[in-house]
């Protein structure tokens, strides 16, 4: 008689939650806690969770409640659940829309109080000095239009976040329609969009290849009004125009790019974070294209890339809709609570294990390859100063045979080198006798070879982190990571996400990262699979002495 094993999770009183990867029931308990617990640590067997403030806000404005919390915490836990954990999960989530935004009748925005007392801390407070008016009554106190950002970043900071509910300008009107001929959104995008435009203003999370630029275009033929779209280069703010073109009745001279060679403002504008932060003489000298239009949406492309003045400027944005899209809210800087309080919650997030099995996403095989350093390396790497380290283990010139190697067990297949360091990357070019992309290249020479690399003329492509984002290179199938910033994790989803588009004949993308061993390389490596282990993304470490051994991989 076979017993069915308890459950996957030990939820723990410091608010950790442990899952056991190899229980049958942990993809399932993985989805299930996905929503409201950010991963920590991702090693082979037990993958750790955290219970945050953040991250239960973030599932509280997204329509989850405590009780569904509890309940997932109850149903997949090993041992009982901590009852002091489960009120304090209760009490954090009761803490999200205490105090509200509103528009009054007569006075315009209002700080409303569902909790008075909520209401007296908060006026008692230093930090909200200058932002708030008259007092109208015990619940209700006037808000300065112009510091409705600014206050909804100093309420989360108090652990009050409040739930806007003012409102927005309707905006310029300009008719968007999607054409859809040959195509149709898919279940998911549509839920996306639902979910953003019920809710006013937030992110959507989808991996990369799921069609977030599409979601962009449907939020944008919704709203029906001019559109400001932020993005990270110039080349995205042409593959955004191009979309736009395919997707949309919008026309050519509907559609403007501002950027560092382009000012052109028309109804759909498409401005770089680049040219937005641009100083002269200490001011940012765009700003004006802020109030160039009266926009009725502002679109965020890559939001967990925002540089922080744009989160001040953001700060005066707070009467437009906002539409923030990315792969993942992970920032390196930690300013996550910066996009929920400015831009606005998570209104949709899609597993990326989910849109694969639907087949939207090619599957991906990860592998990490772990070279041992030759003794005299080894050495060099022991004495060296440690912020030299990392450069000296992640460039150690060992990786480039096993990336020679890895090349050569994909002939049929388009391969992308990634890196971090330029002198890395210009010999790995010279060794595959293969093109050079980096943040130097002039953005028509890299639209000429992203263009041959689609076209099948160029197999082998290398290219620096100016590849990390919003570059769409369907025909990819094979990413060889030999560098990248440290830890970081967002640059590890972005960098599977290239490879990530379903291929014709449905094959699996491979995914290596070339690591050398007992080196903070290996430790970093570490830390940027942590995402990916959340999406269910398992790595397999191989020796690069073993690669003719393992078959998987081929």
Same mark, same amino acid.
């Given at each position: 008689?076979?017993?069915?094993?308890?459950? !996957?999770?030990?939820?723990?009183?410091? &608010?950790? @939650? =442990? /899952?056991?990867?190899?229980? #049958?029931?942990? %993809?399932? $308990?993985?989805?299930?806690?996905?929503?409201?617990?950010?991963?920590?640590?991702?090693?082979?067997?037990?993958?750790?969770?955290?219970?945050?403030?953040?991250?239960?806000?973030?599932?509280?404005?997204?329509?989850?409640?405590?009780?569904?919390?509890?309940?997932?915490?109850?149903?997949?836990?090993?041992?009982?659940?901590?009852?002091?954990?489960?009120?304090?999960?209760?009490?954090?989530?009761?803490?999200?829309?205490?105090?509200?935004?509103?528009?009054?009748?007569?006075?315009?925005?209002?700080?409303?109080?569902?909790?008075?007392?909520?209401?007296?801390?908060?006026?008692?407070?230093?930090?909200?000095?200058?932002?708030?008016?008259?007092?109208?009554?015990?619940?209700?106190?006037?808000?300065? !239009?112009?510091?409705?950002?600014?206050? &909804?970043? @100093? =309420? /989360?900071?108090?652990?009050? #976040?409040?739930? %806007?509910? $003012?409102?927005?300008?309707?905006?310029?009107?300009?008719?968007?329609?999607?054409?859809?001929?040959?195509?149709?959104?898919?279940?998911?995008?549509?839920?996306?969009?639902?979910?953003?435009?019920?809710?006013?203003?937030?992110?959507?999370?989808?991996?990369?290849?799921?069609?977030?630029?599409?979601?962009?275009?449907?939020?944008?033929?919704?709203?029906?009004?001019?559109?400001?779209?932020?993005?990270?280069?110039?080349?995205?703010?042409?593959?955004?125009?191009?979309?736009?073109?395919?997707?949309?009745?919008?026309?050519?001279?509907?559609?403007?790019?501002?950027?560092?060679?382009?000012?052109?403002?028309?109804?759909?504008?498409?401005?770089?974070?680049?040219?937005?932060?641009?100083?002269?003489?200490?001011?940012?000298?765009?700003?004006?294209?802020?109030?160039?239009?009266?926009?009725?949406?502002?679109?965020? %492309?890559?939001?967990?890339?925002?540089?922080?003045?744009?989160?001040?400027?953001?700060?005066?944005?707070?009467?437009?809709?906002?539409?923030?899209?990315?792969?993942?809210?992970?920032?390196?800087?930690?300013?996550?609570?910066?996009?929920?309080?400015?831009?606005?919650?998570?209104?949709?997030?899609?597993?990326?294990?989910?849109?694969e099995s639907q087949g939207y996403i090619a599957p991906a095989d990860c592998v990490e390859v772990r070279l041992t350093l030759p003794d005299h390396d080894r050495m060099a790497y022991a004495m060296a100063e440690p912020e030299e380290r990392y450069r000296l283990a992640a460039a150690a010139v060992?990786?480039?045979?096993?990336?020679?190697?890895?090349?050569?067990?994909?002939?049929?297949?388009?391969?992308?080198?990634?890196?971090?360091?330029?002198?890395?990357?210009?010999?790995?070019?010279?060794?595959?006798?293969?093109?050079?992309?980096?943040?130097?290249?002039?953005?028509?020479?890299?639209?000429?070879?992203?263009?041959?690399?689609?076209?099948?003329?160029?197999?082998?492509?290398?290219?620096?982190?100016?590849?990390?984002?919003?570059?769409?290179?369907?025909?990819?199938?094979?990413?060889?990571?030999?560098?990248?910033?440290?830890?970081?994790?967002?640059?590890?989803?972005?960098?599977?996400?290239?490879?990530?588009?379903?291929?014709?004949?449905?094959?699996?993308?491979?995914?290596?990262?070339?690591?050398?061993?007992?080196?903070?390389?290996?430790?970093?490596?570490?830390?940027?699979?942590?995402?990916?282990?959340?999406?269910?993304?398992?790595?397999?470490?191989?020796?690069?002495?073993?690669?003719?051994?393992?078959?998987?991989?081929?």
């Amino acid at each position: 008689m076979t017993t069915t094993p308890a459950g !996957p999770l030990i939820v723990q009183g410091d &608010k950790t @939650v =442990l /899952l056991e990867v190899d229980h #049958p029931d942990a %993809d399932a $308990a993985r989805r299930a806690i996905a929503p409201f617990a950010e991963l920590e640590r991702a090693p082979e067997h037990v993958h750790t969770y955290r219970l945050t403030p953040l991250g239960l806000w973030n599932a509280r404005a997204a329509g989850h409640d405590a009780e569904q919390v509890v309940a997932v915490l109850l149903q997949y836990s090993r041992y009982p659940v901590p009852h002091a954990l489960l009120v304090d999960v209760a009490e954090t989530m009761a803490r999200y829309g205490r105090l509200q935004l509103m528009d009054h009748p007569t006075h315009g925005l209002v700080l409303h109080a569902l909790d008075r007392a909520v209401l007296e801390e908060v006026l008692r407070s230093r930090r909200t000095a200058g932002l708030l008016g008259t007092r109208l009554d015990q619940d209700d106190v006037v808000v300065h !239009p112009s510091e409705r950002g600014r206050l &909804k970043q @100093v =309420l /989360l900071k108090l652990g009050w #976040p409040a739930e %806007d509910l $003012a409102g927005y300008v309707d905006g310029e009107a300009h008719p968007i329609d999607l054409t859809t001929e040959g195509w149709s959104l898919r279940p998911y995008q549509q839920q996306a969009v639902d979910g953003f435009w019920h809710g006013g203003s937030g992110v959507v999370v989808l991996p990369c290849g799921a069609g977030k630029t599409i979601v962009g275009a449907a939020a944008m033929a919704r709203s029906g009004t001019t559109t400001l779209i932020l993005v990270t280069n110039t080349v995205s703010a042409r593959q955004w125009r191009d979309e736009l073109l395919r997707r949309t009745s919008l026309t050519e001279d509907e559609i403007g790019e501002y950027s560092g060679s382009r000012k052109e403002v028309r109804p759909v504008t498409i401005a770089t974070y680049q040219v937005l932060t641009t100083k002269r003489k200490g001011v940012y000298t765009h700003l004006e294209l802020l109030d160039a239009r009266d926009w009725g949406l502002v679109l965020y %492309d890559e939001v967990h890339l925002l540089p922080a003045p744009i989160f001040r400027m953001t700060a005066d944005l707070q009467a437009r809709r906002r539409l923030g899209l990315t792969a993942t809210l992970v920032r390196e800087d930690g300013r996550e609570d910066e996009v929920f309080s400015l831009i606005g919650p998570k209104r949709f997030d899609a597993p990326w294990k989910e849109i694969e099995s639907q087949g939207y996403i090619a599957p991906a095989d990860c592998v990490e390859v772990r070279l041992t350093l030759p003794d005299h390396d080894r050495m060099a790497y022991a004495m060296a100063e440690p912020e030299e380290r990392y450069r000296l283990a992640a460039a150690a010139v060992g990786k480039n045979d096993v990336v020679e190697r890895l090349v050569a067990r994909h002939p049929e297949d388009q391969v992308l080198v990634i890196g971090q360091y330029l002198d890395q990357l210009e010999l790995l070019a010279d060794h595959l006798d293969a093109p050079l992309i980096t943040g130097q290249t002039t953005v028509r020479e890299r639209q000429r070879l992203f263009d041959a690399f689609r076209s099948g003329e160029v197999t082998r492509l290398v290219v620096s982190k100016v590849a990390n984002f919003s570059v769409d290179l369907p025909e990819a199938a094979v990413a060889i990571q030999v560098s990248g910033s440290f830890g970081s994790r967002q640059e590890e989803a972005q960098r599977l996400g290239r490879i990530m588009r379903p291929k014709a004949d449905g094959r699996t993308a491979h995914f290596y990262a070339v690591v050398a061993r007992d080196t903070v390389d290996q430790e970093f490596a570490a830390h940027r699979q942590r995402f990916l282990a959340e999406q269910g993304y398992a790595y397999r470490i191989v020796d690069a002495e073993d690669l003719a051994k393992d078959p998987a991989s081929d």
